[in-house]
């Protein structure tokens, strides 16, 4: 079963004053190897287990909004987090993998700032992988261009997951951030 609702169901609740809908969902992880920006074969169970928060987003690297603003939302947050966003491991999975090479997701990640180090890692892998996951965390979507502005966000292992639908701002993600993580 991919997804057991423990809040509302996705996009049922309206954060007052948000741009985004919030639920909070258990997803089960596909066991599923992506490669990173580096060309390095990445168990993506092992890396979702990360003891710290975990940001998950589904991007590709010529999309024209909804990607950008989603990944500059998660840049902010984390400045706004300080110290405090130094555990927190961002992981964008790219939903355009025949396009998406390593090196591609290496430049796309660098147009955010500096060199974004090992919390953000940026994945690509075999289509049948990617949709998997896709569909494990109830975000498939016939064509890339209609995806939906999802963030997935967990404080930790065996914590579930808070999904976040629209366009929550860096200090609306920030706060999300904490939340999870106490």
Same mark, same amino acid.
């Given at each position: 079963?991919?997804? %057991? ?10 954060? *007052? ?5 919030? /639920? ?8 599923? @190897?992506?490669?990173?920006? /580096?060309? *390095? ?7 979702? =287990? ?10 590709? @690297? @010529?999309?024209?909004?909804?990607? +950008?603003? %989603?990944?500059?939302?998660?840049? &902010?947050?984390?400045? &706004? %987090?300080?110290?405090?966003?130094? *555990?927190?491991?961002?992981? /964008?999975? /790219?939903?355009? +993998? ?9 430049? !796309?990640? &660098?147009?955010?700032? $500096? $060199?974004?180090?090992?919390? !953000? ?9 990617? $949709? ?10 016939a064509d890339k261009m209609e995806h939906?502005?999802? @963030?997935? %966000? ?6 579930? !997951?808070?999904?976040? *639908?629209?366009? +929550?701002?860096?200090? =609306? ?10």
């Open positions: 079963m991919a997804v %057991l609702a423990v809040g509302a169901a996705p996009g049922a609740e309206a954060v *007052e004053g948000k741009r985004y809908a919030r /639920s909070v969902a258990r997803y089960e992880v596909p066991a599923v @190897t992506l490669v990173d920006r /580096s060309g *390095e074969a990445v168990e993506l169970p092992v890396l979702l =287990d990360h003891a710290g928060p975990v940001v998950l987003q589904f991007v590709f @690297t @010529t999309c024209p909004a909804v990607c +950008p603003m %989603l990944a500059g939302a998660v840049v &902010r947050a984390r400045e &706004r %987090l300080g110290a405090g966003g130094e *555990e927190l491991l961002v992981v /964008s999975i /790219s939903i355009d +993998p025949e396009h998406d090479r390593p090196e591609r997701l290496a430049a !796309w990640v &660098r147009g955010f700032g $500096d $060199d974004p180090g090992p919390r !953000w890692r940026t994945l690509t892998g075999e289509r049948a992988a990617i $949709d998997a996951v896709r569909r494990a965390f109830a975000a498939e979507t939906r502005p999802l @963030t997935f %966000l967990r404080g930790g292992p065996a914590r579930p !997951w808070v999904r976040l *639908e629209g366009y +929550p701002g860096a200090a =609306d993600l920030a706060a999300e951030v904490r939340a999870a993580a106490r």
